[in-house]
């Protein structure tokens, strides 16, 4: 049996404690294997790899990747941790390998700045939210026993979180069995060789191929159930009645028990509904009048079965701050955004890792001239993962009116973008988003049916700005808009971040009110850093009312 199909026969026959196969089963309509659950009620237990997963290898280090572990101590430290080099590794899911192409750049693979051992670690779907394929949590037990299990045996026979971790979620499923919603572990620690096995056969099996897979279930090394401290948690009765991953838990008793009391036993539900995203502002249920896409606050559709153990005073710290931060607006914070804080990281999230699905909206450490999947069409990092400016500043070509009528006009701007230049949103397109009157670029409905956004300055990013000449008083330059892909708006005006610009000559197209008064002219620019560039001015015949 070839390596696709011994996946193929094992995303069919049982359910893994991995994303790749349950979510493939989910796809395929199939319920969990009951042979896969007889650990226990509250347990699930792993099957093994199949024999082929062998062709799969962990980092062999080199002389180069062990000098630079030991001195890791000695680079500069950025606020997403200490770069150290990855040793070489096989995983034919992301890597060129037999039928497969390459997903990632080279030097995607080659470097992490995640300590595992860090509580409060980023992983994420960026370049620099990777672990290494060789960390493992050293003190791994039994989740039906609490006795010490090697990281081996956790991918192979038993189902393992860390000791504190454990020890929580016991007490939590107690809870959940006392008020009437018994507890269900579909899925806890998951090490590399695992993520990259299943996430193959994942994406095999996905309608969408490999940029499916990619959306709902993390690349093998950005996986948070690689900490040993997260769980995938549905109840009995749920799991009785159907594949576990299906759509509706979180509107269940179960799934509104995790949401409400899950951060008492230092649990935090790490991929919430965004809130433009819900229902009627229902935490559980998604809005139907459109397509929901990932949340770009998170990199990941919602999960409301997936909890990361925080500890119980943090997870506490984290339900104040998430209550503080405004619940059911674009302000509400995720444990992503909470762990950015903690870090000094500014704006809503980094861009996820360039795998040839978010060209446009991704960033890579490849140098210029090393062979990516998005070429032009993404963010450089340096060697701190901050975005890189690009070789030439762009310039602002021609601005023009292409369109008048009472108290509106259409700023449509000719700019010159040299690859990877940084921008940020918000995207302007021709739907959405409108500066209505009173809005500004700290206060704009990014589309129908949503709350007003806040897009400050994000540090390096270069972006349209026009105001009107009298200028007003309260805000300078406060109609703003990107240099990104128009086809971006949807997904990324959701959140506040950086984007590539589009690359060479683009036209951008600004719809705006006028203020009450008489406007006399327009100021376009190219704003950086509160710096202006190749300002120009535009005769506005104006009709506003007075």
């Known amino acids: ?128 939210g990777a672990l290494s394929p060789s960390y493992a949590p050293a003190d791994l037990v039994d989740l039906k026993d609490a006795s010490p299990r090697a990281p081996a045996e956790c991918e192979s026979a038993h189902a393992c979180l860390r000791r504190e971790a ?92 995790l949401d409400e009391n899950a951060w008492r036993f230092g649990f935090v539900v790490s991929y919430p509904i965004h809130p433009d995203d819900r229902d009627n502002g229902s935490r559980c249920r998604t809005r139907r009048d459109h397509p929901v896409p990932i949340d770009p606050k998170t990199g990941y559709k919602n999960e409301p079965w997936h909890l990361r153990f925080l500890g119980k005073e943090e997870a506490s710290h984290f339900h104040d701050a998430w209550i503080a931060s405004g619940l059911d607006t674009p302000r509400e914070a995720t444990l992503e955004q909470w762990l950015r804080k903690r870090r000094g990281l500014v704006g809503d999230a980094e861009l996820p890792v360039c795998d040839g699905c978010q060209c446009g909206a991704c960033a890579t450490f490849a140098p210029e001239d090393e062979r990516t999947p998005c070429k032009d069409e993404s963010l450089r990092l340096d060697e701190d993962g901050r975005p890189k400016p690009p070789a030439e500043e762009p310039r602002l070509v021609d601005a023009a009116l292409s369109d008048r009528a009472e108290g509106i006009v259409v700023v449509e701007v000719k700019v010159h973008s040299p690859a990877h230049t940084v921008t940020q949103t918000p995207v302007t397109r021709d739907d959405s988003p409108t500066y209505a009157p009173d809005a500004t670029f700290e206060s704009l409905v990014p589309y129908a049916g949503t709350q007003p956004h806040s897009y400050e300055d994000l540090p390096g990013a270069w972006r349209i700005a026009i105001e009107a000449v009298p200028a007003s008083a309260s805000s300078a330059w406060p109609w703003r808009a990107s240099l990104a892909r128009s086809e971006l708006a949807g997904t990324w005006n959701r959140a506040n971040l950086l984007l590539p610009a589009k690359a060479g000559d683009s036209t951008v197209r600004i719809r705006l009110s006028l203020p009450g008064t008489r406007t006399e002219h327009l100021r376009v620019t190219l704003l950086r850093d509160g710096i202006e560039h190749d300002t120009r001015e535009l005769a506005v015949l104006s009709t506003a009312p007075h």
């Open 1 to 128: 049996m070839t390596w696709p199909r011994a996946i193929a026969a094992c995303l069919v026959v049982q359910l893994v404690s991995a994303a790749g196969c349950r979510r493939t089963e989910a796809i395929a309509g199939r319920a969990p294997s009951p042979a896969a659950t007889d650990v226990g009620a509250a347990f699930v237990r792993p099957s093994t790899a199949p024999p082929s997963a062998a062709g799969i290898a962990l980092p062999q280090p080199t002389a180069a990747a062990a000098a630079s572990a030991g001195t890791a101590s000695a680079q500069p430290k950025s606020p997403f941790g200490v770069a150290s080099a990855v040793a070489r590794y096989t995983c034919p899911a992301v890597l060129a390998g037999g039928a497969f192409r390459s997903f990632l750049a080279d030097s995607d693979t080659k470097v992490t700045f995640v300590d595992g051992d860090d509580a409060f670690a980023l992983v994420n779907r960026s370049p620099t």
């Open 166 to 257: 454990r020890d929580a979620l016991v007490q939590m499923l107690d809870q959940m069995r006392a008020d009437g919603v018994p507890g269900r572990v579909e899925s806890a620690f998951r090490g590399f060789v695992t993520q990259c096995w299943v996430f193959a056969g994942w994406a095999q099996q996905a309608t969408g191929g490999f940029c499916e897979a990619a959306a709902q279930s993390a690349l093998p090394g950005h996986s948070q159930h690689q900490l040993g401290t997260t769980v995938d948690l549905f109840t009995t009765d749920w799991v009785a009645r159907g594949n576990a991953f299906r759509n509706g838990f979180g509107c269940t008793p179960g799934g509104r028990w």
